[in-house]
């Protein structure tokens, strides 16, 4: 008979079955209660006894590791290496979570306690990638004939992280490059003095600085395609060219480093330096953009500069801008130079 118990030095519950082999200890997913444990464990003992008199069971893999693994593993070619990577992890984490258990025991409960347990351990937007995963998972599990109804449906997805753009003044930059290591120094400068994206600034090489000119050719990444060129090119100004230094081979990227690595690298250069706590490296893309705003630089100037598709994208700046407006009835109302103003009364 079935029986249920707490496991030692653990939350989680333990069933024991017999089967034609003997005795069988199961642990369960933390959570779950002892009467849902029980009807896991009988419904396990039954399908045991249906084997041992060569009763054919339904064919599933015996546990949820085994499902989980190969529904990444039938995902595995229609995704790249790094979203493969990110499934795997899921997959990890969510067995560490349950416990290697049967498809039929993860229910609603034990899926919105792993989310958020979830949540409070990361980014939500990563989160609701993880969940997304698990749910059409279970979805293969329901066509599979293993569960009738994907426990992942009544569970409310987390919201997303609020956008929280940060722009840098000038003596905060100060401050980041003065608590940053030297080729991090370079990398900064190179973000805010060209606003370029992670990926279009980790492609930079030597050859697309013409130091004569005064210019950089800047690789269009997919979202700055607006244009349809492959590239743009933009003002070298001086600041960055007293970072940049000797040049070196045409070929060679100016960056080092792992792109995945930036922002872990500028939350460590941030505390350093004192400054608030969660700035981007796409913030300091914003900073190149509200630093040219403040400057009086045309909205389309800046949209050429930054690449974006849309004016629309670039008009989100422009409340940094001078007060044009204010100038403008300045030269209406005579008070500054511009033409010679006609009263027209009589």
């Not at 693994?69 to 493969?84: L, P, R």
């Not at 349950?98 to 989310?115: K, L, M």
């Not at 001078?322 to 500054?336: E, K, M, V």
């Given at each position: 008979m079935?029986?249920?118990r707490?496991r030692k030095g ?13 005795r ?13 444990a029980?009807?896991?464990a009988i419904e396990?003992?039954?399908?045991a006894?249906m084997l ?11 546990t ?8 990444q593993?039938?995902?595995a070619?229609?995704?790249?290496a790094?979203t ?8 990890r984490?969510?067995?560490e979570?349950v416990?290697?258990v ?14 958020r347990?979830?949540?409070a351990?990361g980014n939500r ?8 995963f698990?749910a059409?998972a279970?979805?293969v599990a329901v066509?599979?004939?293993l569960i009738?109804?994907n426990?992942w449906d ?10 929280k753009?940060?722009?840098l003044n000038a003596d ?28 279009e600034a ?10 004569d000119?005064g210019?950089?050719?800047?690789p269009n ?7 349809k060129r ?9 600041p960055?060219r ?7 081979r045409?070929?060679e ?7 995945h690595?930036y922002n872990?690298d ?6 350093n330096a004192?400054?608030e706590p969660?700035l981007?490296?796409?913030?300091l893309?914003h900073?190149c ?6 400057g009086g630089a045309h909205?389309t100037?800046?949209?050429?500069w930054?690449g ?10 422009m409340h940094?801008?001078?007060?044009h ?7 209406l ?6 033409p010679?103003?006609v009263s027209?009364?009589?």
């Amino acid at each position: 008979m079935a029986t249920v118990r707490n496991r030692k030095g653990s939350n989680k519950l333990q069933v024991r079955i017999m089967t034609p082999t003997g005795r069988k200890d199961i642990t369960m997913p933390e959570g779950m209660s002892r009467r849902d444990a029980l009807r896991a464990a009988i419904e396990m003992e039954r399908e045991a006894r249906m084997l041992g008199l060569g009763i054919a069971a339904p064919a599933k893999p015996a546990t949820i590791s085994e499902f989980l693994t190969s529904v990444q593993q039938d995902k595995a070619e229609a995704v790249s290496a790094s979203t493969q990577s990110a499934h795997r992890s899921t997959v990890r984490r969510f067995i560490e979570h349950v416990g290697d258990v049967q498809v039929s025991q993860i229910d609603r409960d034990v899926c919105e306690r792993y989310q958020r347990k979830r949540v409070a351990e990361g980014n939500r937007s990563t989160v609701r990638k993880e969940v997304s995963f698990l749910a059409e998972a279970f979805s293969v599990a329901v066509r599979r004939g293993l569960i009738r109804v994907n426990p992942w449906d009544e569970v409310k997805r987390p919201k997303d992280n609020p956008s929280k753009e940060r722009f840098l003044n000038a003596d905060e930059f100060g401050d980041l490059l003065a608590a940053s290591p030297a080729h991090r120094k370079l990398r900064y400068a190179v973000l805010v003095y060209t606003g370029a994206r992670r990926g279009e600034a980790a492609a930079l090489t030597w050859g697309d600085i013409d130091f004569d000119a005064g210019r950089i050719r800047v690789p269009n990444s997919q979202k700055g395609g607006g244009s349809k060129r492959a590239y743009r090119w933009i003002p070298l100004v001086d600041p960055l060219r007293g970072h940049l230094g000797a040049p070196g081979r045409p070929d060679e990227l100016i960056l080092n480093g792992t792109v995945h690595n930036y922002n872990r690298d500028l939350a460590a250069d941030t505390r350093n330096a004192g400054l608030e706590p969660g700035l981007r490296i796409h913030d300091l893309r914003h900073t190149c953009a509200s630093w040219l705003a403040q400057g009086g630089a045309h909205v389309t100037t800046i949209r050429d500069w930054l690449g974006h598709s849309s004016i629309t994208t670039t008009e989100r700046y422009m409340h940094f801008a001078p007060d044009h407006l204010a100038g403008a009835a300045g030269i209406l109302s005579g008070t500054q130079d511009g033409p010679e103003l006609v009263s027209l009364r009589a």
